[in-house]
């Protein structure tokens, strides 16, 4: 494997990472039905124009069917190129390898921001294991946390579902349908 400074910070940022849960949280865990929340957040890897699409209807569908006023997804880019096809727009920001502290936690105001909000439902749509990612993640304050199932993201989750994120809008779609009926009043 060649190293380089990206795999340097991926490094830092999984001790990091493993220090954080050793250390704990201490935010308070509340579950929300998707019919009573009035804000969501998601996080999720876009690496092509299809992922980018699927994000942007995902966030169409969502506010259609949920009228949900406040969602925001954080997309991380992890290519070296220029992404020209994604772009910023209401509810949708990215950051993206050249934004990642020495730690691999991005340091754009955008990160910080949707770190520092408190959403009723946080989900995590990633399939497999990002390090910035999953840092913004344990740092988020969001009292509900939702991910697909594997052992080693349970200390990350509220509620875990048994799926494959693969498709985010399928995944999503899948998620939601467990999110109607759970805790229902």
Known sequence: ??????????????KLLQKLLKKGNDRQV???????????G????????SDYDSVVKIIKMIKVEFKI????????????DDPVFLKSRLGLDFF??????????PKKV??????????DI??????????????VLFKSNSPFKIGSFSEDRKPFYDLMIETDPKDYFQYVQHV??????????
């Open 42 to 49: 998601m996080i999720c890897v876009i690496k092509n124009e």
């Open 96 to 105: 993206t390898v050249y934004d990642l502290n020495y730690c691999a936690l």
């Open 69 to 80: 006023p406040n969602i925001k997804i954080l997309a991380y880019y992890p290519l070296k």
């Open 30 to 40: 509340k579950s929300c039905n998707v019919e009573d929340a009035k804000s969501m």
């Open 1 to 14: 494997m060649k190293i380089t400074f990206l795999n340097i910070k991926f490094f830092f940022g999984e």
């Open 122 to 135: 946080l989900l995590d749509l990633t399939a497999f294991r990002s390090i910035p990612l999953r840092l």
């Open 110 to 119: 955008v990160v910080k921001n949707f770190i520092s909000e408190r959403f």
């Open 176 to 185: 939601i349908s467990y999110l109607k009926i759970f805790n229902k009043k």
